[in-house]
């Protein structure tokens, strides 16, 4: 079992950066890829940021929508995964959930989600 904490989220002015943090704890070793995933009011959960248990960076997969913009990271060491997001815009308001995917696509795990609010 694996349990996923994030934190970082609040209310930031548009063009504004925050960081988001996830930590992960439990069985550790059976977490392949993690994620970051947002969902706004009326809207399905989408994709905003995946990166391999190598953690390599420049090969993170990232929506078109925050390219250039987020960037996601991984420390194994520590057991977190983060999601830097900068120039951020209103579009951006979302509750973000940090994810986290077993070896062969499965199990996935969900975080409680933290709320991102870009507003002036």
């Known amino acids: 079992q694996v349990q996923l904490v994030e934190s970082g989220g609040g209310l930031v002015q548009p063009g504004g950066s925050l960081r988001l943090s996830c930590i992960v704890s439990g069985s550790i070793v059976s977490v392949a890829t993690m994620g970051w995933y947002r969902q706004a009011p009326g809207q399905q959960r989408e994709l905003v940021a995946t990166?391999?248990?190598?953690?390599?960076?420049?090969?993170?997969n990232y929506a078109d929508s925050v390219k250039g913009r987020f960037t996601i990271s991984r420390d194994n060491a520590k057991n977190t995964a983060d999601l830097q997001m900068n120039s951020l815009k209103p579009e951006d308001t979302a509750v973000y959930y940090c994810n986290a995917v077993g070896w062969g696509g499965s199990p996935i795990y969900w975080g409680q989600g933290t709320q991102v609010t870009v507003s002036s």
């Open positions: 990166i391999t248990r190598r953690g390599i960076t420049k090969y993170a």
